[in-house]
């Protein structure tokens, strides 16, 4: 998803993508990492103020949009959530109007950090109609312990919404995500925010045997879908727990 400079036309470029894709009748539709906060991330001063001018809203449109969708789970990308004065990049997870999941990033980085925001400190995977769910947030993915804590609470498919830094160096691929999907078979949802470039924020199904969907390199809106063989999946994790 391209940032756009104002709440409302993040929200309404959102609404847009989010009708498109259920007419596909997915199981899950999700949304990017700060998706609805205006421009990009290096502009990023103040957690209270992005708060203030956006979360009410933004968690308004998502319980909003979720009961349109019927029986669709949305993974609505993340908001910066207060809690006893503190502020949190929080990912929500909704299905027919109703918030059944959150989970708060544990490994902000530093523009974060200097911003206000706090580290969450618990793991979270929920279970769905259709499979475990996990919840990861951009940077979580370099901390091996916050990743192992997920894998080991059942996840099998990991919803990661990102962002892109316009300082984040070209990466070929998506290492960091296929070593986790090949490792601990699993599926991993890349979900990118995109500005003045993409790098680090291509959207990308990424499977234990490769990358089998991704994003191109330009800034623009983007509507990704893919069946996931769930049979396929636990198959594959049987293999990976036989003794060599």
């Known amino acids: ?32 990492e ?9 502009q990023f001063t103040s957690a209270e103020k992005i ?3 956006t979360y009410a809203e933004t968690l308004c449109f998502l319980e909003k949009t979720s009961r349109e969708l019927e029986e669709i789970y949305l993974l609505g990308g993340t908001v910066l959530e207060e809690a006893e004065g503190k502020f949190y990049n929080t990912s929500t997870l909704w299905l027919n109007g109703k918030l059944i999941g959150k989970y708060r990033k544990i490994n902000p980085i530093k523009i974060e950090l200097d911003a206000g925001v706090s580290r969450g400190d618990k793991p979270a995977v929920y279970e769905t109609m259709h499979c475990k769910v996990g919840m990861l947030i951009c940077a979580d993915m370099f901390d ?13 498919l990991v919803f990661l919404p990102v962002a892109a830094m316009g300082t984040h160096p070209h990466v070929k691929g998506h290492p960091l995500t296929e070593k986790l999907a090949t490792e601990n078979g699993i599926y991993v949802v890349k979900v990118g925010n995109v500005s003045s470039n993409a790098r680090g924020g291509r959207s990308a199904f ?6 089998a969907q991704e994003a191109t390199d330009e800034v623009k809106d983007s509507v990704m879908t893919m069946d996931l063989d769930m049979q396929k999946l636990r198959e594959y994790q049987k293999n990976l727990k036989k003794p060599a």
């Open 1 to 32: 998803m391209k940032v756009r400079n104002t709440l409302n036309n993040n929200l309404a470029a959102a609404a847009t993508a989010i009708h498109k894709a259920a007419k596909q009748k997915p199981a899950f539709i999700a949304l990017p």
């Open 34 to 42: 700060y998706f609805s906060v205006p421009n990009n991330m290096e």
């Open 51 to 53: 708060s203030r001018e």
């Open 144 to 156: 091996s312990a916050t990743v192992r804590a997920v894998v080991d609470l059942g996840a099998e």
């Open 206 to 211: 990424i499977t234990p045997w490769g990358i």
